[in-house]
């Protein structure tokens, strides 16, 4: 068995990059739980899992997403670009304040300046819609690990919400009802939904910071799609 050499601490003959300068945030901190005890949602463990990706494949983590990803879904309209170069037809966030009320601020100093491991990616509906028919209909990993995915992981839970590798799921009755995941950055958010029963796939992108799950609801009961989120 190979072994992976990951040096997350500060180095100084290289300068912090990301996902490599974040992740030195947070590399020695202790561990919340011992492992396999307890799932708790962290991005550090998206910042860490780009991390290995390019170890092992020896390439920018933005370089083996748009190569293993975006290029076999036809994700053609989406990237992981710097915000520094005005990516074309990207939307300004906005933050929503309620003091006062409906202050609208710009998010531009309050998002990194390059997508990461855990967000940032810039992409369209179409393109996230894609990537969910890639991804179910094999395109993208194996059909073991595809399944893995779709698969409640981690110890043993009645919970409405749960999660797979990477995707956020829906347990009724002990069957996953729905695939999908939602994002939260300030000013930007998504939601990602797949319902399984109906082969039916509803995407929301929002430049605020707010809007993205009222609008998924309404377009499940539109939709007459069983949706017992909260």
């Not at 749960?162 to 939601?191: K, N």
Request: glycine residues 10%; aromatic residues 6%.
């Amino acid at each position: 068995m190979g072994f992976v050499h990951l040096v997350l601490g500060p180095d100084p003959h290289v300068p912090p990059a990301p996902p490599r300068g974040h992740a030195a945030l947070v590399f020695d901190l202790p561990a919340v739980t011992a492992p396999g005890t307890k799932y708790q949602y962290a991005d550090a463990n998206f910042i860490l899992a780009g991390l290995v990706v390019e170890a092992i494949l020896g390439r920018s983590f933005a370089e083996a997403v748009s190569e293993e990803v975006l290029a076999p879904a036809g994700m053609t309209d989406t990237a992981i670009d710097s915000l520094d170069q005005e990516p074309r037809d990207l939307a300004t966030g906005y933050l929503v304040s309620d003091d006062p009320p409906e202050t609208w601020r710009a998010n531009t100093f309050s998002v990194p300046a390059v997508g990461m491991p855990d967000g940032g990616l810039i992409t369209t509906p179409e393109d996230l819609a894609r990537f969910i028919d890639a991804l179910i209909g094999g395109a993208l990993v194996s059909p073991a690990m595809t399944s893995a995915m779709m698969t409640p992981q981690g110890p043993r839970s009645d919970d409405l919400e749960q999660y797979g590798y990477g995707c956020e799921l829906v347990v009724e009755d002990g069957q996953v009802t729905i695939i999908g995941h939602g994002g939260l950055d300030p000013g930007v958010s998504a939601m990602v939904a797949h319902y399984r029963a109906a082969g039916t796939t509803t995407v929301v992108l929002c430049n605020n910071d707010r809007g993205s799950w009222a609008v998924t609801k309404r377009l499940a009961e539109e939709l007459g799609l069983s949706e017992p989120r909260a």
